[in-house]
Every structure is written in structure tokens, then in C-alpha cells.
């Protein structure tokens, strides 16, 4: 499964005039047959975008909508976290040792999401975030789209 990164989304919902946008979109429209999705921090991240933009309705309704989309699945933590305990020992534990590759906390979150799930691929326009730090693939959204011409994808 290929992860679609927040820039891509925030791009293709909100910064429509960002020279980028074309891409996005083709890669959106291109990826939808493929197995696909966005993290839960993804996600929440766009939401904060939205609502700090002074829409906290529209940022709930972007919520509601990609739980409930059919071509693109939403990726949670694949935790049973019961206890204080249990919190500090899964999830800090677990995101701290991404972090110690030298990612930041936001990042973190999404590959600990992406890896633990084994998802395949992060799209992304910050590949320099990730580079170096993941096993995973890193492909821009013009990357994807080219590979999927040619037939690697």
C-alpha cells in the first residue's frame, strides 16, 4: 500500500494555485485504482491546516469524508493501548526509536503508521524528510506517475 504524505493532501484540497497542484492532481486521479492510503496523523495534521485557517467545520467534514472513502484507505497505530503504562511503553517507545533516525515528531508518527503496517511506498514532495530514515520507498507524486507508465508500478 502506498502512503499519501499531508503535503500532497493539503496541495490537492487547499493550495490549489501551488505550482505543484497539476502533479498532485494527475497522482491523485491516477492512484485512486491502487491500493492507497493516509495515516491518522496525515489526516489530523490537514484538519489543524483547516481549522487553523478558521474552518473547524471544514476540517471535521474532511474527517468524516475520508473515513468513510471507499478509494482510500485511513491507516491507524496498531496499538491496544489500556494503560498509562502501556502508552509509554508501546507508543513513546515505539515513535522514540523513529525519531532516533533523525525524524522529527510529526514525521514519526507517520512512518511508525506506514511501517508498522507494512505499507510499501510514502508519496510525498518532502522526500528529503524521509530520506536516509525508513526502509520504505519515497517517490514524489511525478515519480509515481511515471514508474506507473513505464510499468514498474
Not at 495515516?39 to 473547524?56: C, D, F, H, Q, R
Request: with cysteine.
Amino acid at each position: 500500500m502506498i502512503v499519501i504524505d499531508t503535503d500532497l493532501l493539503a496541495i490537492y484540497h487547499l493550495f490549489t494555485h501551488d505550482p505543484r497542484s497539476p502533479a498532485t492532481g494527475t497522482f491523485m486521479e491516477i492512484s485512486r485504482k491502487d491500493a492507497r492510503g493516509t495515516t491518522l496523523y496525515n489526516l489530523m495534521e490537514l484538519a489543524g491546516i483547516v481549522a487553523a485557517a478558521g474552518k473547524p467545520l471544514a476540517a471535521r467534514q474532511i474527517l468524516e469524508t475520508y473515513a468513510g472513502a471507499s478509494d482510500m484507505k485511513v491507516i491507524y497505530p496498531a496499538l491496544a493501548l489500556a494503560t498509562p503504562e502501556l502508552i509509554w511503553t508501546e507508543y513513546c517507545a515505539q515513535v522514540l526509536a523513529v525519531m532516533e533516525r533523525g525524524v522529527r515528531y510529526g514525521d514519526a508518527k507517520i512512518l511508525w503508521v506506514a511501517e508498522s503496517n507494512d505499507c510499501s511506498t510514502i508519496i510525498t514532495w518532502n522526500t528529503a524528510h524521509y530520506r536516509g530514515r525508513t526502509p520504505l520507498s519515497l517517490m514524489t507524486p511525478e515519480e509515481y506517475c511515471a514508474a506507473r507508465e513505464s510499468g514498474d508500478r
